[in-house]
């Protein structure tokens, strides 16, 4: 087994899996509801994501890209950035 | 180390039944849970029979298992608590009976308790960061699974109804399960969808409750044939470890399929001689994935299996029939062990109305945070 080192991933990828997260999880400082899901990157690579919602109308292998969403701060601090998936 | 050669006995059981307890604490729950294990066992009031204690809980906190002990006055052996997430009972076993067979110890108490709140489960397995994101979205990780299994196993929403149809039945005949009524499919297609495509009723409760049973160097009565633990191989992307990413994992064989592989071989038991099995029913895909990850049908037949009616209570392989999490709740360290303890009395005949005749070979499956998965062969 090789030691694992850091790589850069493509920005773009197809989406594998989706779905909807109804309850706000625990510690999330966004609200519920958004999507959720899997995509996959060209080398092969599959990565959990958020995904811009709604999901309803997503479809097994679509294309998708990388972006970013602003996310509240705990008690009105600043707000937090994280990645999430755009169709 | 293979073969074992020394036979582990399984001499005493006992349970508190699955559900919501109030201020009843986890202690109390053990205590229950332990006497009724030492009395079936056949041990005294105040007796202490066991040499070593393992404890199974994941929420309990410092010395768990002391506080259950020492409420019995049954302290002063090594008394160690194991946490191996939704497999915190399979691990306790695999270490009490390897004791055992290592000659370490001639008898080992193993229980497991737990009292969770409602709800998804807030787990410290997530960094801050990641629930900050969102991204400890329990269910969704789920539902993730089940929607694979669709595409790939040719399975339907009405099959991941008719499971949790199958298990409610089952449980309605166990008074130690937490939910004991019957839903129909439409029931459970109708209640609310909680991440497409698992419905409020596809998933298993987090609750309360303890298990516990006796093991003894031995070779008569239910014999405890193998208890495998393994954990997962770096990679996969949507196994219990929930790691940010991974990669087609059809080549990696999952930690339940490498915990059954083990357990079959120590035991020199196959899935084709199975007579009943308990498995992780977490939510009802899980179930489904645990027929193909075990080894009990080939990989993408998961769906045709359930339309078959196989592992229904008079099927040829009965699954679940104590009614699994789905009817019982899921109380982290006590649910593997509430699966021991109901296979023990399918083998010794005294399951009542849920009996699956002439039961001799079954197998007890647990798999979650880590991951961890547990594998339990147990035989008369």
Not at chain 2, 238 to 244: D, H, S, V
Not at chain 2, 370 to 378: D, K, M
């Amino acid at each position: 087994m090789p030691d694992p080192e850091p790589v850069e991933l493509s920005p773009r990828g197809t989406l594998w899996g989706w779905t909807t997260v109804t309850a706000t999880p625990p510690g999330s400082l966004g609200e519920a509801p958004f999507g959720f899901g899997v995509v996959e990157l060209p080398d092969g690579l599959r990565v959990i994501t958020r995904l811009a919602g709604p999901v309803d109308d997503y479809e097994f292998g679509q294309p998708m890209h990388l972006g970013f969403v602003d996310l509240p701060g705990a008690d009105n601090g600043d707000p937090v950035t994280t990645w999430e998936f755009h169709p | 180390m293979t073969a074992a050669n020394t036979g582990v006995e399984i001499t005493g059981i006992g349970i508190h039944p699955f559900g919501r307890w109030g201020e009843k604490t986890a202690t109390e729950m053990g205590v229950d849970a332990v006497r009724a294990a030492l009395a079936d066992a056949g041990v005294g009031p105040g007796t202490r029979s066991f040499q070593a204690a393992f404890c199974g809980t994941a929420y309990s906190g410092v010395a768990a298992g002391h506080k259950v002990l020492g409420a019995l006055a049954l302290t002063g052996v090594p008394i160690v608590d194991v946490e191996a997430g939704c497999a915190s009972g399979g691990a306790a076993l695999m270490l009490a009976a390897a004791a055992i067979r290592a000659g370490q110890y001639d008898s080992v108490l193993v229980f497991g308790i737990e009292k969770m709140p409602k709800g998804i489960i807030r787990s410290s397995f997530f960094e801050p960061w990641r629930e900050e994101a969102g991204l400890a979205a329990t269910p969704a990780y789920f539902a993730l699974r089940a929607q694979r299994l669709m595409r790939e196993s040719g399975v339907t929403k009405e099959h991941l109804a008719r499971i949790v149809v199958k298990n409610r039945r089952n449980g309605v005949h166990n008074p130690d399960a937490m939910f004991r009524k019957e839903v129909t499919v439409d029931d459970v297609l109708g209640s609310r969808v909680v991440c497409e495509p698992l419905h409020l009723f596809m998933l298993c409760s987090p609750n309360e409750g303890a298990a516990a049973v006796v093991l003894q160097r031995g070779d008569g009565g239910v014999q405890l044939r193998a208890a495998a633990l393994r954990s997962h191989l770096p990679g996969s992307v949507l196994g219990e470890a929930t790691p940010m990413s991974g990669v087609d994992d059809h080549d990696l064989a999952p930690p339940s399929t490498l915990a059954a592989r083990a357990a079959y071989e120590e035991a020199g038991i196959g899935p084709t001689d199975l007579d009943v099995v308990e498995c992780q029913d977490t939510d009802a895909a899980r179930e489904l994935l645990a027929y193909e990850e075990l080894e009990l049908c080939p990989r993408g037949t998961a769906g045709a299996w359930a339309e078959s009616g196989h592992t229904g209570p008079t099927g040829p392989l009965p699954v679940n029939p104590s009614g699994g999490l789905l009817s019982k709740g899921e109380p982290l360290g006590a649910s593997g062990l509430g699966q021991v303890v109901e296979l023990v009395r399918q083998l010794r005949g005294s399951a009542g109305p849920r009996q699956v005749e002439g039961a001799r070979i079954a197998l007890a499956h647990t798999v979650g945070r880590g991951a961890n998965a547990s594998v339990t062969l147990l035989s008369t």
